[in-house]
């Protein structure tokens, strides 16, 4: 009969002690869940805003593309068209027309590394007047009593004074020769580098 009272409460123990130790593990994962609930959540990092490319551009100190100064390159004076017409050419010097648009990346490269060499421009500046002038121009051009307009042909349409000065040919950079009275010599279609448009300036001028 002890016996079995002893067995019974031996019994009793080991339900109270699994009981209790099931309530703990439970307590303590209510705990870690509560306690993950109610933690502040994770901030989550602001998108990054990609910086347009004309603010990189500005940022970088660097003039846009619809910005760039045709006008003014290698610090020599560089006529228009229309200037060119109306100068008094008491010097008897030849014309060199420089023939570009905004989007030709050539034209952007002579300017930068051909009309800056100090050789070329010494040369340049001795024998010719200097003319920009920019193929698609929209505004009409009065030169030599005509006015020209602008049409729609090639990439971004043309000015018709470019048209019949560059013989129909849409080519960009073209040098276009003038004498003294403005009678056109010839056209010199493609990029030069400092050395290959000096000879050929000598050469046309020993001709």
Same mark, same amino acid.
């Given at each position: 009969?002890?016996?079995?009272?002893?067995?019974?409460?031996?019994?009793?123990?080991?339900?109270?002690?699994?009981?209790?130790?099931?309530?703990?593990?439970?307590?303590? /994962?209510? @705990? +870690? #869940?509560? %306690?993950? $609930?109610? &933690? *502040?959540?994770?901030?989550?990092?602001?998108? !990054?805003?990609?910086?347009?490319? /004309?603010? @990189? +551009? #500005?940022? %970088?100190? $660097?003039? &846009? *593309?619809?910005?760039?100064?045709?006008?003014? !390159?290698?610090?020599?004076?560089?006529?228009?068209?229309?200037?060119?017409?109306?100068?008094?050419?008491?010097?008897?010097?030849?014309?060199?027309?420089?023939?570009?648009?905004?989007?030709?990346?050539?034209?952007?490269?002579?300017?930068?590394?051909?009309?800056?060499?100090?050789?070329?421009?010494?040369?340049?500046?001795?024998?010719?007047?200097?003319?920009?002038?920019?193929?698609?121009?929209?505004?009409?051009?009065?030169?030599?009593?005509?006015?020209?307009?602008?049409?729609?042909?090639?990439?971004?349409?043309?000015?018709?004074?470019?048209?019949?000065?560059?013989?129909?040919?849409?080519?960009?950079?073209?040098?276009?020769?003038?004498?003294?009275?403005?009678?056109?010599?010839?056209?010199?279609?493609?990029?030069?580098?400092?050395?290959?448009?000096?000879?050929?300036?000598?050469?046309?001028?020993?001709?």
């Amino acid at each position: 009969m002890k016996k079995t009272l002893i067995y019974s409460i031996m019994g009793l123990l080991a339900v109270c002690l699994v009981t209790v130790s099931c309530n703990s593990d439970n307590t303590s /994962a209510n @705990a +870690t #869940a509560d %306690a993950t $609930k109610n &933690a *502040p959540a994770k901030a989550q990092p602001a998108p !990054v805003k990609k910086a347009h490319p /004309a603010a @990189a +551009t #500005a940022k %970088a100190g $660097k003039k &846009a *593309p619809h910005d760039y100064d045709h006008m003014n !390159v290698g610090g020599m004076k560089w006529l228009t068209m229309e200037e060119a017409s109306q100068i008094k050419n008491n010097d008897g010097k030849k014309f060199l027309v420089d023939v570009y648009t905004d989007w030709c990346g050539w034209c952007k490269v002579m300017d930068k590394n051909t009309f800056t060499d100090p050789a070329l421009k010494e040369y340049l500046q001795a024998n010719y007047h200097l003319v920009k002038f920019n193929a698609e121009q929209k505004d009409p051009i009065n030169f030599k009593g005509q006015t020209y307009e602008w049409m729609p042909a090639g990439r971004k349409g043309v000015n018709k004074l470019a048209l019949e000065i560059l013989g129909g040919r849409l080519s960009y950079p073209t040098l276009v020769y003038f004498d003294q009275n403005l009678q056109k010599i010839t056209a010199s279609p493609g990029y030069k580098k400092p050395d290959q448009l000096m000879n050929e300036l000598k050469t046309l001028d020993n001709s």
